[in-house]
Protein backbone atom coordinates (compact mmCIF):
# COMPACT_ATOMS: atom_id res chain seq x y z
CA UNK A 1 0.00 0.00 0.00
CA UNK A 2 1.09 3.94 -0.65
CA UNK A 3 2.07 6.13 2.51
CA UNK A 4 -0.87 8.02 1.64
CA UNK A 5 -2.90 5.21 1.06
CA UNK A 6 -1.58 4.21 4.67
CA UNK A 7 -2.32 7.39 6.03
CA UNK A 8 -6.23 7.52 4.95
CA UNK A 9 -6.95 3.81 6.27
CA UNK A 10 -5.42 5.03 9.18
CA UNK A 11 -7.37 8.08 9.44
CA UNK A 12 -10.53 6.46 8.28
CA UNK A 13 -10.28 3.86 11.59
CA UNK A 14 -9.31 6.77 13.73
CA UNK A 15 -5.76 5.65 14.26
CA UNK A 16 -2.87 7.50 15.35
CA UNK A 17 0.86 7.91 13.86
CA UNK A 18 3.71 9.36 15.23
CA UNK A 19 6.14 11.04 13.12
CA UNK A 20 9.64 12.25 14.06
CA UNK A 21 11.39 15.21 12.39
CA UNK A 22 15.21 15.30 11.75
CA UNK A 23 16.81 18.78 10.87
CA UNK A 24 19.59 17.44 8.86
CA UNK A 25 21.41 21.39 9.54
CA UNK A 26 21.20 20.16 13.66
CA UNK A 27 23.04 16.78 12.99
CA UNK A 28 26.69 16.89 13.70
CA UNK A 29 27.81 13.78 14.40
CA UNK A 30 26.46 9.96 12.92
CA UNK A 31 26.48 8.56 16.61
CA UNK A 32 24.08 10.87 17.61
CA UNK A 33 22.03 10.44 14.81
CA UNK A 34 22.09 6.60 15.33
CA UNK A 35 20.79 7.00 19.06
CA UNK A 36 18.15 8.88 17.54
CA UNK A 37 17.36 6.26 14.94
CA UNK A 38 17.69 3.54 17.83
CA UNK A 39 15.40 5.46 19.91
CA UNK A 40 12.61 5.77 16.86
CA UNK A 41 12.87 2.04 16.52
CA UNK A 42 12.22 1.08 20.27
CA UNK A 43 9.28 3.40 20.20
CA UNK A 44 7.87 2.06 16.87
CA UNK A 45 8.05 5.96 15.48
CA UNK A 46 5.46 5.40 12.27
CA UNK A 47 7.50 7.91 9.69
CA UNK A 48 10.84 10.03 9.60
CA UNK A 49 10.22 13.79 8.17
CA UNK A 50 13.59 15.34 7.02
CA UNK A 51 13.81 18.77 6.21
CA UNK A 52 14.63 22.26 7.31
CA UNK A 53 13.83 25.82 6.22
CA UNK A 54 17.56 26.63 5.74
CA UNK A 55 20.05 23.94 5.15
CA UNK A 56 23.85 25.38 5.76
CA UNK A 57 25.33 21.89 5.30
CA UNK A 58 26.06 18.93 2.92
CA UNK A 59 24.36 16.41 5.65
CA UNK A 60 20.75 16.17 3.70
CA UNK A 61 21.35 13.30 1.67
CA UNK A 62 23.75 11.36 4.04
CA UNK A 63 21.10 11.88 6.63
CA UNK A 64 18.53 10.40 4.28
CA UNK A 65 21.07 7.05 3.28
CA UNK A 66 21.58 6.21 6.90
CA UNK A 67 18.12 6.21 7.74
CA UNK A 68 17.16 3.64 5.02
CA UNK A 69 20.17 1.56 6.13
CA UNK A 70 20.04 1.05 9.46
CA UNK A 71 15.90 1.60 9.87
CA UNK A 72 12.80 0.00 8.13
CA UNK A 73 10.97 3.19 9.11
CA UNK A 74 9.32 4.97 5.82
CA UNK A 75 11.71 8.57 5.13
CA UNK A 76 9.15 11.35 4.01
CA UNK A 77 11.15 14.41 2.64
CA UNK A 78 9.77 17.50 4.38
CA UNK A 79 10.70 20.14 2.35
CA UNK A 80 11.74 24.01 3.32
CA UNK A 81 12.67 24.63 -0.21
CA UNK A 82 12.61 22.78 -3.85
CA UNK A 83 16.42 21.83 -3.53
CA UNK A 84 15.27 19.26 -0.72
CA UNK A 85 15.55 16.40 -3.17
CA UNK A 86 16.92 12.66 -2.61
CA UNK A 87 15.20 10.27 -4.76
CA UNK A 88 16.76 7.61 -1.82
CA UNK A 89 13.38 8.65 0.52
CA UNK A 90 10.44 7.00 0.32
CA UNK A 91 8.03 10.02 -0.26
CA UNK A 92 7.79 13.51 -0.02
CA UNK A 93 5.42 15.82 1.65
CA UNK A 94 4.83 18.12 -1.35
CA UNK A 95 3.54 21.40 0.68
CA UNK A 96 1.81 24.00 -0.60
CA UNK A 97 2.39 26.97 1.43
CA UNK A 98 -1.82 27.72 1.79
CA UNK A 99 -1.96 29.43 5.11
CA UNK A 100 0.37 32.48 3.30
CA UNK A 101 0.18 34.59 -0.06
CA UNK A 102 3.19 34.43 -1.74
CA UNK A 103 3.20 32.38 -4.62
CA UNK A 104 6.80 30.98 -4.44
CA UNK A 105 5.68 28.77 -2.09
CA UNK A 106 2.27 28.26 -2.98
CA UNK A 107 3.01 27.22 -6.85
CA UNK A 108 5.85 28.57 -7.82
CA UNK A 109 8.95 26.18 -6.26
CA UNK A 110 6.67 23.01 -7.32
CA UNK A 111 7.32 24.21 -10.97
CA UNK A 112 10.88 24.25 -9.99
CA UNK A 113 10.49 20.51 -8.44
CA UNK A 114 8.28 18.77 -11.27
CA UNK A 115 10.26 17.61 -13.67
CA UNK A 116 13.09 16.32 -10.76
CA UNK A 117 9.79 14.80 -9.10
CA UNK A 118 8.48 12.99 -12.32
CA UNK A 119 12.15 11.55 -12.91
CA UNK A 120 12.21 9.90 -8.74
CA UNK A 121 10.26 7.22 -7.74
CA UNK A 122 9.29 9.45 -4.62
CA UNK A 123 5.70 8.60 -3.65
CA UNK A 124 3.75 12.06 -3.62
CA UNK A 125 2.11 13.32 -0.85
CA UNK A 126 0.37 16.40 -1.87
CA UNK A 127 -0.66 18.59 1.20
CA UNK A 128 -1.86 22.09 2.67
CA UNK A 129 0.57 23.36 4.37
CA UNK A 130 -0.81 25.74 7.18
CA UNK A 131 1.55 28.01 9.65
CA UNK A 132 -0.25 29.22 12.61
CA UNK A 133 0.94 31.88 14.47
CA UNK A 134 2.75 30.65 18.08
CA UNK A 135 4.17 34.19 19.28
CA UNK A 136 7.76 34.77 18.05
CA UNK A 137 8.38 34.74 13.98
CA UNK A 138 9.56 30.99 13.16
CA UNK A 139 12.18 30.28 10.52
CA UNK A 140 9.53 28.71 8.36
CA UNK A 141 7.09 31.82 8.56
CA UNK A 142 10.24 34.13 7.98
CA UNK A 143 11.60 31.96 5.27
CA UNK A 144 8.88 31.87 3.44
CA UNK A 145 7.87 35.59 3.54
CA UNK A 146 4.46 34.55 5.01
CA UNK A 147 2.06 35.54 8.00
CA UNK A 148 0.62 32.76 9.91
CA UNK A 149 -2.59 32.61 10.57
CA UNK A 150 -3.95 33.94 13.59
CA UNK A 151 -4.09 31.55 16.31
CA UNK A 152 -7.51 32.68 17.82
CA UNK A 153 -8.80 32.85 13.99
CA UNK A 154 -10.32 29.08 13.82
CA UNK A 155 -13.13 30.02 11.06
CA UNK A 156 -9.84 31.17 9.37
CA UNK A 157 -8.11 28.00 9.45
CA UNK A 158 -11.07 26.04 8.93
CA UNK A 159 -11.56 27.75 5.67
CA UNK A 160 -7.91 27.21 4.61
CA UNK A 161 -8.06 23.82 5.41
CA UNK A 162 -11.30 23.41 3.20
CA UNK A 163 -10.10 25.23 -0.08
CA UNK A 164 -7.15 23.40 0.59
CA UNK A 165 -8.78 20.14 0.47
CA UNK A 166 -11.15 20.94 -2.09
CA UNK A 167 -8.39 22.02 -4.32
CA UNK A 168 -7.56 18.13 -4.06
CA UNK A 169 -4.20 18.17 -1.44
CA UNK A 170 -4.95 14.66 0.19
CA UNK A 171 -3.11 15.77 3.65
CA UNK A 172 -3.35 18.98 5.91
CA UNK A 173 0.04 20.18 8.18
CA UNK A 174 -0.91 22.82 11.02
CA UNK A 175 2.50 23.83 12.01
CA UNK A 176 2.94 26.44 14.83
CA UNK A 177 6.72 26.10 13.47
CA UNK A 178 9.46 24.45 14.80
CA UNK A 179 10.74 25.21 18.56
CA UNK A 180 7.39 26.92 18.63
CA UNK A 181 6.44 28.53 22.39
CA UNK A 182 2.86 27.79 22.05
CA UNK A 183 1.82 24.48 19.83
CA UNK A 184 -1.62 25.06 18.31
CA UNK A 185 -4.72 25.57 20.22
CA UNK A 186 -6.87 22.68 20.36
CA UNK A 187 -9.59 24.90 19.08
CA UNK A 188 -8.04 25.36 15.57
CA UNK A 189 -7.05 21.51 15.12
CA UNK A 190 -10.95 20.13 16.36
CA UNK A 191 -11.76 22.91 13.74
CA UNK A 192 -9.74 22.04 11.20
CA UNK A 193 -10.16 18.26 11.99
CA UNK A 194 -14.35 18.76 11.49
CA UNK A 195 -14.09 20.97 8.26
CA UNK A 196 -11.96 18.17 6.80
CA UNK A 197 -11.59 14.60 6.32
CA UNK A 198 -7.89 13.91 4.90
CA UNK A 199 -4.93 13.37 6.91
CA UNK A 200 -4.39 15.49 9.72
CA UNK A 201 -0.59 16.58 10.72
CA UNK A 202 0.03 18.35 13.49
CA UNK A 203 3.59 19.56 15.02
CA UNK A 204 5.65 22.48 16.35
CA UNK A 205 6.41 23.24 20.24
CA UNK A 206 4.81 19.50 21.20
CA UNK A 207 8.05 19.53 23.64
CA UNK A 208 5.57 17.70 26.45
CA UNK A 209 2.99 14.59 26.66
CA UNK A 210 0.09 16.88 28.08
CA UNK A 211 0.83 18.88 24.96
CA UNK A 212 0.66 16.23 23.07
CA UNK A 213 -2.21 14.96 24.16
CA UNK A 214 -4.54 17.89 24.17
CA UNK A 215 -3.22 17.88 20.11
CA UNK A 216 -4.46 13.86 20.24
CA UNK A 217 -7.68 14.67 21.73
CA UNK A 218 -8.65 17.90 19.27
CA UNK A 219 -8.30 15.70 16.18
CA UNK A 220 -4.61 15.36 15.22
CA UNK A 221 -4.04 11.98 13.46
CA UNK A 222 0.01 12.07 12.91
CA UNK A 223 1.52 13.85 15.72
CA UNK A 224 5.33 15.43 14.58
CA UNK A 225 8.46 15.78 17.26
CA UNK A 226 11.05 17.56 16.23
CA UNK A 227 13.14 19.32 18.77
CA UNK A 228 11.72 18.20 21.93
CA UNK A 229 13.66 14.93 21.25
CA UNK A 230 17.05 16.20 21.44
CA UNK A 231 16.10 17.78 24.98
CA UNK A 232 13.77 14.90 26.76
CA UNK A 233 14.34 11.48 25.11
CA UNK A 234 10.82 10.06 27.49
CA UNK A 235 9.38 12.21 25.91
CA UNK A 236 9.26 9.83 22.78
CA UNK A 237 8.75 6.67 24.81
CA UNK A 238 5.72 8.37 26.62
CA UNK A 239 4.03 9.83 23.38
CA UNK A 240 4.45 6.24 21.56
CA UNK A 241 2.65 4.53 24.48
CA UNK A 242 0.15 6.90 24.65
CA UNK A 243 -0.61 6.51 21.18
CA UNK A 244 -0.02 2.57 20.82
CA UNK A 245 -2.70 2.52 23.69
CA UNK A 246 -5.17 4.49 22.09
CA UNK A 247 -4.58 2.61 18.86
CA UNK A 248 -4.85 -0.93 20.78
CA UNK A 249 -8.08 0.30 22.39
CA UNK A 250 -9.61 1.13 18.78
CA UNK A 251 -8.77 -2.43 18.00
CA UNK A 252 -10.70 -4.01 21.66
CA UNK A 253 -13.68 -2.25 20.26
CA UNK A 254 -13.62 -3.70 16.67
C1 LIG B 1 8.21 22.01 -4.05
C2 LIG B 1 9.13 21.70 -2.97
C3 LIG B 1 10.10 20.64 -3.19
C4 LIG B 1 9.10 22.34 -1.79
C5 LIG B 1 8.11 23.32 -1.39
C6 LIG B 1 8.58 23.98 -0.16
C7 LIG B 1 7.55 24.76 0.60
C8 LIG B 1 6.30 25.20 -0.03
C9 LIG B 1 7.86 25.03 1.91
C10 LIG B 1 7.00 25.73 2.85
C11 LIG B 1 7.72 26.76 3.68
C12 LIG B 1 8.84 26.28 4.57
C13 LIG B 1 10.04 27.13 4.65
C14 LIG B 1 8.71 25.16 5.31
C15 LIG B 1 9.73 24.63 6.23
C16 LIG B 1 9.26 23.38 6.83
C17 LIG B 1 10.33 22.74 7.64
C18 LIG B 1 11.21 21.79 6.97
C19 LIG B 1 10.44 23.01 8.97
C20 LIG B 1 11.44 22.40 9.87
O1 LIG B 1 11.86 23.22 10.87
P1 LIG B 1 12.84 24.49 10.68
O2 LIG B 1 12.02 25.57 10.14
O3 LIG B 1 14.05 24.11 9.94
O4 LIG B 1 13.17 24.82 12.17
P2 LIG B 1 14.44 25.37 12.93
O5 LIG B 1 14.39 26.85 12.91
O6 LIG B 1 14.24 24.83 14.35
O7 LIG B 1 15.65 24.80 12.27
O1 LIG C 1 10.66 20.93 16.26
P1 LIG C 1 9.23 20.94 16.70
O2 LIG C 1 8.90 22.13 17.56
O3 LIG C 1 8.84 19.66 17.37
O4 LIG C 1 8.33 21.10 15.39
C1 LIG C 1 8.26 20.08 14.42
C2 LIG C 1 7.67 20.56 13.12
O5 LIG C 1 6.30 20.67 13.16
C3 LIG C 1 8.29 21.85 12.66
O6 LIG C 1 7.98 22.14 11.36
MG1 LIG D 1 16.12 24.08 10.47
Given at each position: MSLLGQLEKNKACNK????????????????????????CVENRVDYIFVGGSLITNDNFSKVIALIKSNTDIPVLIFPGNNIQIDSNADGILLLSLISGRNPEFLIGQHVLAAPILKK????????GYMLVNSGPATSASYMSNTTPIPSDKTTIAACTAMAGEMLGLKTIYLDAGSGALTPIPQKIITKVSRSTSVPLVVGGGLNSISKVNLALEAGAD?????????????????????????????????
Open positions: KSLAVLIDPDKIDEVTHLMQTLHLSKLEIIPMVIVIGNALEKDQNLLIEVSEKIHSMNAALDVHQ
